[in-house]
């Protein structure tokens, strides 16, 4: 090995005023660099005790007894010194209490430098978390309102640099996000922090969300301390009430959508105050 390292912890917090656990984490975590220059990492955790979610709620002095769960991971890098790089990253969770509510993820990426001037980049993000506990809405009677959902979320993002030399470049990146959630129960919160099952409340708060943007950025380090920026942005944003995890067709309706186009400029002049005083006192200024 290149390096190595190996880490066990446990953290434990709680709430000044009520005295409750807010959250308690033991784990592990490993880190190797291999003589070739790729690496591999891991690590594990447990949430071991109770926790009291003061947040998710909305509602000030009221709380969610969160779930406890376990998560690990897993990723794989490659020999960053040379032009194509890869990595993969994997990622597992469960609930250990109440329910099964996996957690599945995935997340590729790749690098290629063409030369010392041009470089690409693509990342990929994969998640898919089949039961998650969250809040939904406060009624008029202040009954909250949790619900069971599973969510879907994807992210592409493709990504160009050039360096024309060492103070100038420009960037290209095109990035597209989609969250998507399924409301499967719903339950009402007690409380003592607990969630019933609540059979009567029908409403739809099923979601779909998208984001597209392409950004378009300019720099110059024209002198010490003094940059030049130009920034083009392209952004589209999408919210409806319908679960809906076909990435393709979110895209396109995406991409349909109305679009805000934003140009922005930044100069920052960094002035020596020293030099400004000589030339003052020189009657140059």
């Known amino acids: 090995f290149r390096d190595a390292y190996n880490?066990?912890?446990f953290s434990y917090s709680s709430n000044p005023e009520t005295g409750k656990p807010f959250q308690s984490n033991v784990g592990l975590s490993m880190f190797v660099d291999f003589l070739?220059?790729?690496?591999?990492?891991?690590?594990?955790?447990?949430?071991p005790f109770k926790g009291y979610d003061y947040n998710e709620p909305r509602v000030e002095g009221r709380?969610?007894?969160?779930?406890?769960?376990?998560?690990?991971?897993?990723?794989?890098?490659?020999?960053?010194?040379?032009?194509?790089?890869?990595?993969?990253?994997?990622e597992f969770g469960d609930f250990i209490e109440k329910r099964?509510?996996?957690s599945y993820g995935l997340y590729p990426n790749i690098r290629y430098r063409f030369n010392d001037k041009l470089s690409f980049r693509y990342d990929f993000r994969f998640n898919n978390d089949t039961y998650n506990f969250g809040f939904v809405e406060v009624l008029p009677s202040d009954s909250i309102i949790f619900g069971g959902r599973k969510l879907i979320t994807f992210e592409n993002k493709?990504?160009?640099?050039y360096i024309f030399k060492n103070d100038m470049s420009l960037k290209i990146s095109a990035r597209h996000y989609m969250n998507t959630?399924?409301?499967?129960?719903?339950?009402?919160?007690?409380?003592?922090?607990?969630?019933?099952?609540?059979?009567?409340?029908?409403?739809?708060?099923?979601?779909?969300?998208?984001?597209?943007?392409?950004?378009?950025?300019?720099?110059?380090?024209?002198?010490?301390g003094s940059l030049l920026t130009?920034?083009?942005?392209?952004?589209?944003e999408t919210e409806r009430d319908i679960f809906n995890n076909n990435l393709s067709k979110n895209f396109k309706q995406?991409?349909?959508?109305?679009?805000?186009?934003?140009?922005?400029?930044?100069?920052?002049?960094?002035l020596d105050y020293l030099n400004v005083k000589k030339l003052t006192k020189k009657g140059k200024i």
């Open 100 to 102: 099964d509510g996996k």
């Open 158 to 161: 493709l990504g160009i640099q």
């Open 181 to 224: 959630g399924k409301y499967l129960h719903y339950y009402n919160l007690e409380q003592n922090g607990e969630l019933t099952p609540n059979i009567n409340y029908n409403s739809n708060n099923n979601f779909s969300s998208n984001y597209f943007n392409i950004d378009i950025v300019y720099s110059w380090m024209f002198a010490p």
């Open 63 to 90: 709380y969610f007894r969160s779930i406890r769960y376990y998560y690990f991971n897993g990723g794989f890098s490659s020999d960053s010194r040379k032009p194509l790089r890869f990595n993969i990253h994997l």
């Open 230 to 236: 130009i920034s083009y942005k392209n952004a589209v």
């Open 7 to 9: 880490e066990l912890f």
């Open 36 to 47: 070739n220059y790729s690496a591999i990492n891991f690590n594990a955790s447990i949430i």
């Open 254 to 270: 995406t991409l349909n959508s109305p679009q805000t186009n934003s140009l922005s400029i930044k100069l920052i002049c960094y």
